[in-house]
Structures are given as structure tokens and as C-alpha cells.
């Protein structure tokens, strides 16, 4: 179901308000209503007492500065880290500007379907992308991830529907920010032991089962790829090359994206509005966070991301304010002591995390999920 961009706090007696700020992009149509005509793009005869009535009308598209900005700061950390964007944009639409989650997941994933081809077309000319690793990921996914649209849409009740969304969102991301720290952890420990794989031998029945997964949650929640499938790759094929197992995500992404946004325009929530409020920040902001990457400290920014990223998937799954506050205390002085540890060993952040020898190419910007 396509509906225009106007959220439901903009509703007011029955008529739409437009956002303090907001564009308003109007379109005229043409629409005619002809009375026992059936096929009016039929060469046929109609009689005089067949009456036709011809309007124009205005087809309004809402385009949120707000939205926009949000849009331009994850963007911005997206390129700057290689973080996905599906877990940053998503809890932000949710809980900052009160979308509902359904209508949030569907035009966050129509975004991320015309931004995610940029990173795989960067991986593809490197040759990174390990196209047959990533058929067998795109065969379990693309049915999958349709799969759960129709799932959601299969439920019928829109607070349920809403709920379900909502709560399965924050425990993706609660899930993503695990996998994460774990990703982290092993790209420390192999840094310097991991060989390269070139004879690669896809195991099948495991890489679909993969694919099938991560493309039913996306269907769900827009959140998966990313970090998800890279974690599990690691586990299935040690051998491959940080850069391959990113490379070839972003290739299997695609389908698996479009598949999900095509269920959601058909059966979700997609706001076209909401969905170009977010490409207007988000593009800029990616291609800016890409371009000086190579002087950030990534690793240190990716932890302050997964501690946002913690405190929005315990808000989704209603856990109480002041536990939120505590974990979020905690995550910054966990936080501090490391950088207080590396700062006494006379090392920085790049050397810690590698970055001083791999960052010159950037990480490659994606706004898919971690």
C-alpha cells in the first residue's frame, strides 16, 4: 500500500499540516470519471447520455527537513564508519520523529535499495565481491525476505502489526550490537593470521540457510544485513578476506533489499515522502563521511554507534528508563577506560584497530544494517 508522506502527528481536525519544516512538492494530475465506461483506453463509441467529468487534482509529496537531517547525520557516519544504515535510520524515524514502525521499516528499506548499489558497484570494480558466495546468499534471501513481509501483512490486526515490528526491530539491533563487538573481537584476533581464500568452495545448504535468516528479519525489521552476515560468513569461511566478505554482503544485499521493498510497497507502510526526506540528507551525507574516513578513528566511532545502537534496541523492547540510563552510563565509562588505556600505552586508536594500514581506501558507505 503507497501512501503519501504525511505522518500522524501532522493530522489535525481532519486536514494535514505541514511540519514546521517541510517542503510540499505538488504535482498536477488529470482524472476523469466516465460512468459505464470500462475500458476508457479503448477506441469505442460512447453515447450522449454517458456523462464524463474531467478534474485536476494535486498529488502532494511532504519532504521533511528534519527527516532530512537525520538522514544526512547517519548518512555521514555511515560513510565514515561502514556501519549500515538500516539500524541507525530506522529506531531514529521510530523513536525520535514517531513514525510508526511498520512505515518506517518499508520506506527506510526503498532508501536503502537506491543507495546500497553504490557500495557494490565500488566492490564489484575492485573485484571484492565473491559473485558465486553471493548467488547462494540472494537464493535463501530474496524468497525469505518477501516471506516476511507477507508474514507481517498475514497477521491483519495494525497494532499488532505495529508491536510485532517494534519489538522484533529491538531485538535485531540488541542482536546486531553483539555480533558487532564479536566482529570486532575476531577482526583483532586474525588481523594478522587470516590468509586469503582464493579457491573458495561454496558450502551450500549453510550459506542459504544464511541468506533465508538475515532475509526474513530484513523483511521484518530492514535490519540484518550488514554485520549479521558478515559475523556468520567469518564463522563459515575463516579464510576470506575482510574486504571480500563486504564486497560480496553488499552484492547479495540488492536483491534481497528489493525483494523486501517491493513486499512493502505492495503490502507495507511506504511513505514516498519519507522515503525522499531521507535520500536528500542521506546521499550528501555518505559521500561526505566517505571522503575523509581515511583521518577518523573508525573503531572508536563504531563503539559509540553500538552504544546508541544498544540504548535504542532496549527503548524498542520497552525495558525502563532508568535501566537504559544505567547501561548507557556504563557504555560510556567502559568506553573512557579504553581510551584511557590505550592513551597510557602510548598507542592510538589506529594502531589498535589497524586502521592506520587500511583506511586509506575508506570503508565503502552502505545503507544497509549492521
Known amino acids: 500500500m503507497v501512501t503519501e508522506a504525511a505522518t500522524p502527528r501532522h493530522l489535525k481536525s481532519g486536514a494535514v499540516t505541514e511540519p514546521p519544516m517541510a517542503i510540499v512538492l505538488m504535482m498536477r494530475w488529470k482524472r476523469s470519471h466516465c460512468h459505464d465506461c470500462f475500458h476508457e483506453s479503448r477506441p469505442r463509441k460512447i453515447s450522449k447520455s454517458v456523462k464524463r467529468k474531467v478534474e485536476w487534482g494535486k498529488f502532494q509529496v511532504h519532504i521533511d527537513l528534519y ?45 536503502s535499495l537506491i543507495m546500497k548499489p553504490v557500495g557494490a558497484a565500488v566492490h564489484a570494480g575492485r573485484g571484492t565481491v565473491r559473485w558465486g558466495l553471493a548467488g547462494w546468499l540472494a537464493l535463501g534471501s530474496v524468497p525469505s525476505a518477501f516471506l516476511g513481509v507477507v508474514f507481517l501483512k498475514s497477521l491483519g490486526n495494525a497494532h ?15 542482536l546486531a550490537v553483539a555480533a558487532l563487538l564479536l566482529k570486532l573481537y575476531l577482526d583483532h ?5 587470516r590468509g586469503s581464500d582464493e579457491q573458495l568452495r561454496v558450502k551450500r545448504l549453510p550459506t542459504l540457510a544464511i541468506g533465508a535468516s538475515i532475509g526474513f528479519v530484513v523483511g521484518i525489521t530492514s535490519v540484518g544485513s550488514g554485520t549479521l552476515v558478515i559475523v556468520l560468513l567469518l564463522f563459515l569461511y575463516p579464510r576470506l578476506r575482510g574486504s571480500q566478505m563486504v564486497g560480496t554482503d553488499l552484492a547479495q544485499a540488492i536483491p534481497m533489499v528489493g525483494s523486501a521493498a517491493l513486499a512493502h510497497i505492495v503490502f507495507g507502510d511506504f511513505k514516498l515522502g519519507l522515503t525522499a526526506s531521507i535520500l536528500i540528507g542521506s546521499i550528501p551525507g555518505v559521500l561526505l563521511g566517505a571522503a575523509i574516513s581515511s583521518y577518523a578513528p573508525t573503531t572508536f566511532l563504531r563503539g559509540a554507534l553500538a552504544a546508541v545502537l544498544l540504548v535504542s534496541g532496549l527503548k524498542l523492547v520497552n525495558v525502563p528508563t532508568l535501566v537504559i540510563g544505567i547501561v548507557l552510563l556504563a557504555s560510556v565509562l567502559a568506553m573512557l577506560s579504553v581510551w584511557l588505556a590505550i592513551r597510557a600505552s602510548g598507542r592510538t586508536l589506529g594502531e589498535i584497530s589497524g586502521d592506520t594500514t587500511t583506511t586509506m581506501q575508506g570503508p565503502t558507505p552502505s545503507l544497509s544494517a549492521p
Open 189 to 193: 584476533r586474525t588481523r594478522n593470521s
Open 67 to 111: 527527516v532530512a537531517l537525520a538522514g544526512l547525520i547517519v548518512g555521514f557516519a555511515v560513510g565514515l564508519t561502514g556501519m549500515g544504515g538500516g539500524a541507525l535510520m530506522t529506531p531514529i524515524l521510530v523513536l525520535l520523529f514517531g513514525i510508526a514502525p511498520l512505515a518506517a521499516v518499508s520506506s527506510d528499506l526503498v532508501a
Open 160 to 174: 499488532r502489526v505495529q508491536t510485532i515490528v517494534s519489538i522484533a526491530l529491538g531485538s535485531v539491533l540488541l
